[in-house]
């Protein structure tokens, strides 16, 4: 018996083709609703391929992080930029993962754990570990919605820690993958329109894991450290080394402005940008390509002790050629961060201060006084450029043909 699946097509010039063994190739074009049997033990060596007109195909944007390392925070700046809240799905799973908003439907690929909560004790692998993921239902599902056509995506249940009924997810303008592998397997990191990878250095990742689960989770020290170390073999094999991949990375380090600090409160933040990415041009300093050095506190910004200094220039990450800005400090206030903002080029605003206003719409979030939630905000800035401009090059390109 084969198993069904009913997919629902974005684009009504959806163009869609089934291969079998028995019936070489068909064709087809859609309309509206199709049904096709999915490929499965029963139905071997069924291939389907469906894409919506290139025009309409979704932007797929990757953000991959440790956990607790900032994911929502950013996907919350990410989201507003694009001037709509993010809900999780209406009248679905209360413990659903997804966030979806008029322009951008935000999954979190926890929900690719092929192996629940009992299920990687009983192996003794932890959730970073590839073989506790599903890497070939990641690769059709994502691929599917790039194409125009809705899933059947699982649930990770965190509160349970158990794998709940699927939940549909229709093609969006925008789909954020957010999680600890977007960029892991070749077949996913190829579907990617963008990259982000936040990279938060291990004094500040547990600093912020103390905030978080001590203060508010009331977990004590020794289980945090215990928490963190279990996990490290395998962040440092499967989850790092993603950052490579990334078209941006946002590194979180310990301030170098108060010596031997580390409370790490203060922040060394630096926006790590690719040079030759398609549609994105990395923001500058004053000068684009120069080395720079600039202390900001004078007549126009207010700052306390330690101060606040960024730097600028060309470095090379990975073998990349990338444009590096870095801002270590903290703002005391945010209205003023207006003189920092019309110093930098490249910004991809629409309005003269647009990046000052998303910081003060969001002065509560967390990392919002210092160059964390200010390089999340451009990045998010970038992103509406990106996705407009893919969308203006589709329009005025001609439509091409759907490729079985
Ligand atoms: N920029 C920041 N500055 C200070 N603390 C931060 C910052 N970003 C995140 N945090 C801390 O880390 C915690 C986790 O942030 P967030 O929920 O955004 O991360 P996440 O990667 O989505 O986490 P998870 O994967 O566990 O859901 C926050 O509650 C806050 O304590
Ligand atoms: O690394 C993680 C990503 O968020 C989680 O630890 C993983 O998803 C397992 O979740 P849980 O601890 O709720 O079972």
């Not at 069904?4 to 959806?14: I, P, R």
């Not at 289980?223 to 490290?232: G, V």
């Not at 991809?348 to 939630?373: I, R, W």
């Amino acid at each position: 018996m084969a198993v069904c699946t009913v997919y629902t097509a974005q684009s009504l010039n959806s163009s869609c083709s089934i291969s079998t063994p028995s019936k070489s190739h068909l064709r087809f074009h859609q309309k509206q609703v199709i049904f096709f049997t999915k490929r499965s033990r029963n139905t071997r060596n069924h291939v389907i391929t469906c894409s919506a007109s290139d025009a309409e195909k979704t932007v797929v944007i990757g953000l991959a992080a440790d956990s607790g390392c900032g994911k929502s925070t950013f996907m919350r700046r990410l989201t507003s930029v694009f001037g709509g809240a993010a809900e999780p799905p209406k009248g679905g799973n209360p413990d659903s993962n997804t966030l979806i908003s008029d322009m951008t439907t935000v999954i979190c690929l926890d929900d690719y754990h092929s192996l629940d909560r009992t299920g990687r004790k009983e192996k003794g692998v932890t959730a970073l570990d590839p073989r506790a993921n599903d890497f070939d239902l990641m690769y059709e599902q994502v691929k599917a919605i790039k194409d125009g056509v809705a899933v059947d995506k699982p649930i990770y249940n965190h509160v349970s820690g158990l794998l709940d009924p699927p939940e549909v997810i229709k093609p969006p303008k925008i789909l954020v993958i957010e999680g600890l592998h977007p960029m892991y397997d070749e077949r996913v990191r190829d579907l990617l329109d963008f990259s982000i990878y936040l990279d938060i250095s291990n004094e500040v990742k547990f600093a912020w894991k103390i905030q978080r689960d001590m203060a508010e989770r009331g977990h004590s020290l020794e289980s945090i450290k215990a928490s963190i170390e279990a996990r490290k073999p395998d962040f440092d094999a499967y989850i790092d080394p993603q950052k490579q991949y990334a078209d941006a990375v946002i590194e979180v380090l310990p301030t170098q402005l108060i010596p031997d600090d580390n409370e790490g409160k203060v922040l060394r933040v630096r926006l790590i940008m690719k040079e030759g990415v398609k549609n994105f041009n990395p923001v500058y300093l004053f000068d684009e390509g120069s080395t720079i050095s600039w202390i900001p506190c004078g007549r126009k910004l207010t700052c306390s002790y330690p101060g606040i200094k960024f730097t600028y220039g060309p470095d090379t990450y990975f073998g990349n050629e990338v444009s590096v800005l870095e801002m270590d400090g903290q703002f005391d206030r945010l209205d003023e961060l207006i003189y920092v903002e019309s110093h930098l080029s490249n910004l991809s605003s629409k309005f003269y201060g647009e990046v000052t206003q998303q910081m003060l719409k969001h002065a509560d979030f967390p990392g919002s006084n210092n160059g964390t939630g200010f390089f999340q905000t451009i990045v998010g800035l970038k992103i509406r450029d990106l996705y407009e401009q893919i969308v203006a090059s589709r329009a005025g390109a001609p439509v091409t043909a759907a490729k079985a």
